[in-house]
């Protein structure tokens, strides 16, 4: 399974982008789908996920603020409005297959105060 993000850049504390995730390959294997960041010298950590199914999980710093959303099989979206500095990130799309985890490459999130 491949997968490429799309969507990150720089925006203004307060404003929105939407990030995007396409699935290539074995994707009828593919369970969740979602999103982690991390910043330089901590964790990666889960911002988003979702089922085939459509029930979601979400960070509680951005619970409220973040949306995600699945509209085929293989594509995932990540809505991101209210934006913080705190946000800023590089954005992984991941997905769960065969019961392996893959990763996209990251996507940058700059939030400017």
């Known amino acids: 399974v491949q997968l490429q993000a799309s969507g990150g850049g720089l925006v203004q504390t307060g404003g929105s982008l939407r990030l995007s995730c396409a699935a290539s390959g074995s994707i009828f294997s593919i369970n969740v789908m979602g999103w982690y960041r991390q910043v330089p010298g901590k964790q990666r950590e889960l911002v988003a996920r979702?089922?085939?199914?459509?029930?979601t999980n979400y960070a509680d710093s951005v619970k409220g603020r973040f949306t995600i959303s699945r509209d085929s099989a293989n594509t995932v979206h990540l809505q991101m409005n209210s934006l913080k500095p705190e946000d800023t990130a590089v954005y992984y799309c991941y997905c769960n297959a065969y019961g392996m985890d893959y990763w996209g490459k990251g996507t940058l999130v700059t939030v400017s105060s």
């Open positions: 979702i089922t085939p199914g459509g029930n």
